[in-house]
């Protein structure tokens, strides 16, 4: 049976938004365990159709999910809990790097992927191959099916020039992001629709020549090498 997002998941997602403390919680614990039953569901029929066609590392859909709790040790906002379901799918091997993404919110959901935070030595190593030659990137983001699907790449850039940069570099602009993402809005009639597991599993896959690219610089030096 193909598992779906159920309409009462997004119910419980808005009473928790307007009860979000640890009371109301504590009251409706077991209605969270069931609605996270079923997102866990979810989880392990994407992941059962993810193995298909890429390789990923989760053992079940249950270890893909984030947890609700919030860490307000740090945060103005001091509500316990989150309104989303969301999860990640990390691909295995140290060939194949980059990371699957969902977030199932009402009104706010969406797929993403790609390299949230990419390590200092990972970063810099991006940045040269851009730099040497981004026609292939290029490629990538105007391919007609990938464009309509992500439209341009997505994440935080810096203000000023990468250290060891040219500011008159013809790629500037590409050579400013240290977050390389992917995203893909959905309706909530998407989401609760009976084929939104078929789309996901389409999305993730459309991801794939842009995580291949990466997976293939942040694995090989500069002269193309393999370090793996």
Same mark, same amino acid.
């Given at each position: 049976?193909?598992?779906?997002?159920?309409?009462?998941?997004?119910?419980?997602?808005? =009473?928790?938004?307007?009860?979000?403390?640890?009371?109301?919680?504590?009251?409706?614990?077991?209605?969270?365990?069931?609605?996270?039953?079923?997102?866990?569901? /979810?989880?392990?029929?994407?992941?059962?159709?993810?193995?298909?066609?890429?390789?990923?590392?989760?053992? $079940? %859909?249950?270890?893909?999910?984030?947890?609700?709790?919030?860490?307000?040790?740090?945060?103005?906002?001091?509500?316990?809990?989150?309104?989303?379901? $969301?999860?990640? *799918?990390?691909?295995?091997?140290?060939?194949?790097?980059?990371?699957?993404?969902?977030?199932?919110?009402?009104?706010?959901?969406? *797929?993403?992927? %790609?390299?949230?935070?990419?390590?200092?030595?990972?970063?810099?190593?991006?940045?040269?191959?851009?730099?040497?030659?981004? $026609?292939?990137?290029?490629?990538?983001?105007?391919?007609?099916? /990938?464009? $309509?699907?992500?439209?341009?790449?997505?994440?935080?850039?810096? =203000?000023?020039?990468?250290?060891? /940069?040219?500011?008159?570099?013809?790629?500037?602009?590409?050579?400013?992001?240290?977050?390389?993402?992917?995203?893909?809005?959905?309706?909530?009639?998407?989401?609760?629709?009976?084929?939104?597991?078929?789309?996901?599993?389409?999305? /993730?896959?459309?991801?794939?020549?842009?995580?291949?690219?990466?997976?293939?610089?942040?694995?090989?030096?500069?002269? %193309?090498?393999?370090?793996?």
């Amino acid at each position: 049976m193909t598992a779906k997002i159920s309409s009462s998941s997004f119910d419980f997602l808005k =009473q928790l938004q307007k009860n979000n403390n640890r009371d109301w919680f504590a009251k409706h614990k077991d209605r969270y365990d069931q609605e996270l039953a079923q997102i866990a569901g /979810f989880a392990d029929d994407l992941l059962e159709r993810m193995n298909k066609h890429d390789q990923i590392e989760n053992e $079940s %859909g249950k270890k893909c999910l984030y947890r609700i709790y919030r860490d307000t040790r740090f945060s103005k906002d001091k509500t316990p809990y989150k309104n989303h379901w $969301s999860g990640n *799918l990390r691909r295995a091997t140290k060939k194949l790097r980059g990371s699957y993404y969902f977030h199932i919110e009402p009104g706010k959901s969406f *797929l993403g992927g %790609g390299f949230w935070n990419p390590e200092p030595a990972d970063l810099k190593r991006i940045r040269e191959e851009i730099a040497y030659d981004a $026609s292939e990137f290029h490629k990538i983001f105007n391919n007609k099916t /990938f464009k $309509s699907t992500f439209g341009t790449l997505k994440g935080e850039q810096i =203000q000023t020039t990468p250290k060891g /940069f040219d500011p008159k570099h013809p790629e500037i602009k590409l050579l400013r992001y240290k977050q390389f993402i992917l995203i893909r809005e959905f309706s909530d009639k998407e989401v609760l629709d009976a084929n939104f597991i078929k789309e996901v599993n389409e999305t /993730f896959k459309r991801m794939r020549p842009f995580l291949n690219y990466m997976s293939e610089i942040l694995t090989s030096d500069v002269n %193309g090498i393999s370090l793996v």
